[in-house]
């Protein structure tokens, strides 16, 4: 999309908390300009707001209400709980606009503000578009009278709507007794749902990383640090370790020898069980031109093929409503199966894995080797200014780089959308030309960014 947006990244609005945009003013805008936006018809209208323990996620929180109420919504606020839970509840609250307040898998000092519509999934970019340019109008003659200023109400009994629903997407039958399980929640928002979903399942469950405590999100945990979560597989001897980030709406899965399992692997196995049971839709599965060209390959091996997006869930979520997939995500964890969920659930993702262990009745370290994965090296260059991938130099280098890998690998060059950064990634066969490759492409790109 050509048009620069001023607030939403990749995946909404994202930023050091306190610090613009990530502020209460501009929290409170966002209210008022989404219930604006969102406003159809004379009814009451609702919106859901969840979570993740992040500190500064009390001051996001009420700045959202304050913004919602004024624009004349109801407000239901869910306190901590996953992202999907949100998307989940949008659609069964039946509410207008549902709201995730959380950085992901970043540090505690960030923070952000995820959109969902009614019909639970992520807002297009005409609709960011649309609020972004409200958010920056003077919304004063646009918003409720008095009689029709919103109401905000907490909802109870959340956590239990969420783990019944996460349970019912396992056969009735599906029983996890006999797993020793090691859950790692990131002292995020899945610190009570996971473990008490896994133990109800019948799981014997060693958590982790549910000591939260405000600034503690993320740090050495969780799905981005899975360190801690393989030493205690490795200690107590667990059958599977399952590391959720932040807002749980992502996976990375440590086997029983403490090995990191990708998003890549997690995809593979899932697509590879529900083609044997004729449950997979399209002709195939759809993740990001980040993941690996052994899935691609592995995938072809078994007649089925890997449709690539630009980086970012809501980007694979798209093209899976456009063409009829039910299987996709992202290598870093992001699975998305749209006969649960409209958007990626770490929690979900990992039942389907270990159904699939309790089923083939193997080791996870089997089950979740599905192929072997090309060498594949990313690499990100910071820049001050401009646009470096215009300049000659680095399009020179870029090209060579294709051409020197040629149908044996692949060369992906990127913009971050969150930071002044350029991700080189490539891959192929040849570990060692894939090194000279992305290393001759940073070094142009560190030339003119120096």
Known sequence: MSTKRKYFGTDGIRGFANKSPMTAETAMRVG??????????????????????????????????????????????????PTPAVAMLTRSLRA?????????HNPYHDNGIKLFGPNGYKLSDDIE??????????????????????????????????????????????????????VDCANGAAYK??????????????????????TNINRECGSTHTDALARK????????????????????????????????????????????????????????IMSNLGLERFLGDIGL???????????????????????????????????????????????QVLAVVKSWDKPVSEVCSRFEPVPQILKNVRFSEGDPLSDKNVIQAIDEGRARLAKNGRVVIRASGTEPLVRVMAEGDDRAVVENVVDDICTSLSNIAA
């Open 32 to 81: 008022m300009a989404a219930g604006i936006a969102f406003k159809r018809g004379n009814h009451r209208h609702r919106v859901v707001v969840g979570k993740d323990t992040r500190l500064s996620g009390y001051m996001i929180e009420n700045a959202l209400i304050a913004g919602f109420t004024a624009s004349g919504m109801d407000v239901f606020t869910l306190g901590p709980v």
């Open 96 to 104: 207008d606009i549902g709201v995730m307040i959380s950085a992901s």
């Open 129 to 182: 578009l649309e609020i972004e340019r409200l958010m920056d109008e003077d919304l004063a003659d646009r918003l409720a009278h008095s009689e029709k200023i919103g109401r905000a109400t907490r909802v109870d009994g959340i956590h239990d709507r969420y783990i019944e629903f996460a349970k019912r997407t396992l056969p009735r039958n599906m029983s996890l007794e006999g797993l020793r399980v090691v």
């Open 193 to 214: 749902v996971a473990p008490s979903a896994l133990w109800e399942l019948g799981a014997e469950v060693v958590a982790i990383g549910v000591d939260p405590n405000g």
């Open 233 to 288: 597989v490795n200690e107590v001897r667990a059958d599977i370790g399952i590391a959720l980030d932040g807002d749980a709406d992502r996976v990375i899965i440590v086997d029983e020898k403490s090995k990191q399992v990708d998003g890549d692997q997690l995809m593979a196995v899932v697509a590879q069980s529900w083609l044997e049971k004729e449950r997979l839709h399209g002709d195939g599965i759809v993740a990001t």
């Open 305 to 351: 093929s890997l449709a690539r997006t630009p980086v970012g869930d809501r980007y694979v979520v798209d093209h899976m409503r456009k063409n009829g997939y039910n299987v996709g995500g992202e290598q870093s964890g992001h699975i998305v199966l749209s006969d649960y969920a409209t958007t990626g659930d770490g929690l979900v993702a990992a039942l």
